[in-house]
């Protein structure tokens, strides 16, 4: 932890979604005060997404893994099972935690599925600075060993550890808080785990509550209200543009997003308060 000292990442999930995405995320990181991004491998814009993070060294880029596959493909590895829509309900969210927890098949498949995506980026020349995935599935402790597994093998130092306070002051977003109360009992476990795997994280986390919610109000106000240490707030810029509701449930809040992201009051009242922005190689050796 970085004692009398507050840090800041500022991480763009689902980097390689579609093109508008892609653009989104790239004005939101050299206009505004995106420091991170997430990239889903598979996507009809994840090769743009590579190159993209090339040209953009001061973006650090990590893998944004995607379950999905696990649901509709026998066979992890096929491009087919990190392709298309990556809209999860919470019904499939909870049968792959128990699947994980109670089958050693389906760890195996899940593991098998995040090696390739992490290969595939590697194979197209990524520097990748962390790990996190989709409806932080890795929250639950049985997909966090694989996770952690998978980083190691890798050499990745860095995981999100995706756990925001469920009483925090914010929208009411009744599921988010209910999942994060749900959570709560787990938190302990998966924290260790990730301390058992010798993998950094940041202290705090902000952001599941605020998705597909988030106003320049309520993004100052976490600003304002930011503890000692390395906090990530989680984000979600881009444009539009390609997006369907039954693709994903964030369309018209990417550029609502994109706004806020980009606004210079916010990078202005991050200097002034002694907020240094920061990335996830931050916790690179």
Known sequence: MALNRRLLIVNADDFGLTRGVNSGIIRAHKEGIVTSTTLL???????????????????STG???????????????????????????????????????????HREKLLDSF???????????????????????????AVASIVCRVANEYGI??????????????????EARFSLLLLFVVQ????????????????????????????????LSVLKTLPDGVTEIMVHPGYSRELRGNFTRLVLSREVELGILTDPELKL???KNMVELVNYRYFQP
């Open 188 to 219: 302990i476990i998966t924290r260790r785990i990730l301390r058992s795997y010798e993998l950094d994280f940041p202290d705090n986390f902000r952001g599941v509550l605020c998705t597909g919610y988030w106003t320049k109000t309520r993004f």
């Open 157 to 174: 130092s860095a995981v999100r550890y995706p756990f925001e306070p469920f009483w925090i002051k914010g929208p009411l977003n009744l």
């Open 41 to 59: 491998t598979g996507c009809n814009a994840s090769e743009e997404a590579v190159e993209l993070a090339k040209e953009n060294e001061l973006l």
């Open 63 to 105: 893998i944004h893994l995607n379950c999905k596959q696990a649901f509709s493909v026998d066979c992890a590895c096929d491009r087919k099972s990190v392709s298309g829509s990556v809209k999860i309900g919470i019904a499939k969210i909870l049968l792959l935690w128990v699947r994980c927890t109670v089958n050693a098949k």
């Open 115 to 141: 090696r390739y995506q992490v290969e595939w980026a590697y194979k197209r020349g990524l520097d990748i600075s962390h790990l996190d995935t989709h409806k932080h599935v890795h929250a639950w402790p």
């Open 269 to 271: 009242w991050c200097k």
